[in-house]
C-alpha cells in the first residue's frame, strides 16, 4: 500500500473478495413504477442461482428494501444460503437508515461477486467502490434483468474506468 492514498493505483482484477454472492434487489416503489426493469422474486431467484452456479458460490448477501414475505419468497427460491443483514435497536437508533445502507454497500461491495438493480444509486456505489478495490469490472457491473416478457433487452450498465 502507498504511503499516500493518493498514489494509490489497484491493479484491475486484484480484489477477490469474500466467498459469496452479493445482490442489490430494489423492490417496494421501484417494482411498482419500473416494472420493465425489475424481475419478478421468481425471476431473481433463477437469475442469482444462475451466477450461484457459474461461479461456485453457495452462499448470497441480500441488499434489499423488499418486504419481508418477498424476502422468505426468494430465500425459499434460491439454491444456497441467503443472509439479509436486520440491524438490532440500539444499531439502527445509532447509525439511522442511511448508516445501515452505507454497512450494506460496504459488505457487497467485498463479495466475490456482485449483481445489482439497474439505474440504482445504491447499486452505482456498490459498483463504484468495487472498481477502487481493484475488483473485475466482469464480477462488478452486473445488473438484473426484468421479467423476459416486459424486458427483452437487459441492458447492462456502462463500465466506468477511474482516471488516476
Known sequence: MERNWQD?????GSAKGGDYLAVHLRRQDFARNKRKEAPSIKNAASQI???????????VFLCTDAIKSEIDDLK??????????????????????GGVAIIDQWVAAHAKYFIGTCVSTFSFR?????????????????????????????DQPSKWNIVY
Do not use: A, W
Not at 494509490?8 to 484491475?12: L, R
Not at 442461482?49 to 452462499?59: A, D, H, M, V, Y
Not at 427460491?77 to 444499531?91: A, L, M
Open 8 to 12: 494509490q493505483k489497484p491493479v484491475i
Open 49 to 59: 442461482n444462475e451466477i450461484l452456479q457459474r461461479e461456485g458460490l453457495k452462499s
Open 76 to 97: 425459499s427460491q434460491v439454491d444456497g444460503k441467503v443472509v439479509h443483514y436486520r440491524p438490532p435497536k440500539d444499531i439502527m437508533e445509532r447509525f439511522k437508515d
Open 126 to 154: 456498490i459498483q463504484e467502490e468495487r472498481q477502487i478495490i481493484g475488483f473485475d469490472p466482469k464480477t462488478t457491473y452486473n445488473c438484473f434483468c426484468g421479467d423476459p416478457d416486459l424486458d427483452t433487452d437487459c
